[in-house]
């Protein structure tokens, strides 16, 4: 009895900590900080809670990925749920898919751009896309940067007007015209 409800508040508090949409977080031996999926410049993309299994017992914890625009990496959490890491590392391949909050600001940067302001006022723009971009050094969206594709559309949807990059990291536009590059396959 006592372990089920020791297990439904350790539940109940992750919970909360979801809704929020808060975690603790402690990076590079900083104090604690407030990251949330809006803040910089360290931002929570998504977070989960597992069990693992140690010296017979099984434990709980909490996994959070985080976007560090600052140091432009990529970070993997571990921590138990009364919030001490366990666990850090930094992603250095197949980085995280862009949040839905990302992806939101890049349309924003996007549409108050002065650069493509005359577009937004000439024709009525959806925006889609949301996709990284990666490059190799040296290039705009190489390594340290976090570049996410933006189509404008048509508002119907029914052609593109323009592909252009946004990079979250310096909040710029690397590519306001974005033509991606022809690939040859077995040729």
């Not at 949409?21 to 931002?43: F, Y």
């Not at 140091?71 to 980085?95: D, P």
Request: with cysteine.
């Amino acid at each position: 009895m006592a372990s089920a409800l020791a297990r439904k508040t350790r539940t109940l508090r992750l919970l909360a900590l979801t809704l929020l949409g808060v975690v603790a977080v402690c990076t590079d031996g900083r104090s604690d900080e407030r990251v949330t999926r809006t803040s910089r410049p360290v931002r929570l993309l998504r977070q989960w809670e597992e069990s693992v299994k140690s010296g017979g017992r099984e434990h709980a914890r909490r996994v959070v990925i985080l976007f560090d625009y600052a140091r432009g990496v990529a970070i993997q959490e571990s921590r138990n749920l009364k919030g001490t890491l366990i666990s850090s590392r930094k992603i250095t391949e197949s980085m995280p898919a862009p949040s839905p909050e990302e992806i939101a600001e890049a349309f924003a940067i996007a549409r108050s751009s002065p650069g493509l302001s005359s577009l937004f006022g000439r024709f009525a723009i959806v925006t889609e896309g949301g996709f990284l971009l990666q490059e190799s050094v040296g290039m705009p969206c190489g390594p340290g940067s976090r570049c996410l594709h933006v189509f404008l559309l048509s508002a119907d949807r029914s052609g593109l007007i323009r592909r252009v990059v946004v990079d979250l990291t310096n909040r710029s536009i690397p590519y306001s015209v974005y033509t991606p590059p022809f690939v040859t396959h077995g040729r």
